[in-house]
């Protein structure tokens, strides 16, 4: 039974059906958001192949379609797809139907309490593979995003991804509890949210990051493009 494909289908079918609603007008935002999402897959393949590689994680074929990409089965292609695309979508959900920036004060506190921590439980577990280089990684994030944007976008991405931990409860749950996708508890903390690693949660961070500091970035580079034919 393919559940992994259909999980990916779930994931990114509603968010896709609501992007030609009225008030987001999400696919409006496609020229930025594709480009954003195809950057964030190549990099997050690269590093799933060789973690793949290494028995860090693997997967069940019982619930696989059986065609690969390298040695990653299609799904865990189709994941680096579909779930930016759909956490970008709450994004820009949550920028529409809320309009004031209700973290926006607290997320440079957030922040600079986020990257020390990370760095330092990264630093104290360098030989469980999944939790030294997810943690340094996002903490690196956190401080490139911070470096161009300020706070600028951080109290929205903060917002973002506290609803989103709602569906991430919900997909990687099912993921690891049957599981789906399996996990070498040497390169992890041993910590679990139910069956999900608790590191899966700062990967998901870092996801949700880097697609929406290029996502930002790109609509950012566009407008300045624009204001200077006009002013031309």
């Known amino acids: 039974m393919p559940l992994y494909l259909y999980l990916n289908i779930f994931t990114i079918l509603f968010p896709l059906l609501l992007s030609f609603d009225r008030k987001v007008t999400f696919y409006k935002n496609w020229p930025y958001l594709w480009p954003a999402i195809i950057i964030n897959a190549v990099l997050f393949m690269i590093w799933d192949e060789l973690f793949t590689q290494a028995g860090i994680w693997g997967f069940n074929p019982e619930y696989l379609v059986g065609i690969y990409v390298f040695n990653l089965p299609l799904e865990e292609v189709l994941f680096f797809i579909t779930v930016p695309y759909a956490c970008v979508f709450i994004y820009e959900c949550l920028n529409a139907y809320i309009t004031k920036d209700l973290l926006q004060p607290y997320a440079k506190g957030i922040t600079f309490v986020l990257i020390p921590v990370l760095l330092l ?6 030989e469980r593979l999944y939790t030294s280089i997810t943690f340094t990684l996002l903490a690196a994030m956190l401080g490139v995003h911070y470096y161009y944007f300020k706070t600028q976008k951080l109290g929205r991405f903060y917002l973002a991804y506290i ?3 709602v569906p991430f409860l919900l997909v990687n749950g099912v993921l690891t509890y049957l599981p789906i996708v399996w996990y070498n ?9 139910v069956s999900i690693p608790v590191e899966d949660s700062m990967y998901s961070m870092l996801m949700l990051l880097l697609t929406i500091s290029i996502y930002e970035g790109l609509k950012q580079r566009f407008a300045v493009k624009q204001y200077q034919r006009l002013a031309v």
Do not use: D, Q, T, Y
Not at 121 to 126: S, T
Not at 185 to 193: P, Q
């Open 163 to 165: 609803v989103h931990l």
């Open 121 to 126: 439980l990264a630093v104290f577990n360098l």
């Open 185 to 193: 508890n040497s390169h992890n903390l041993g910590l679990r949210i």
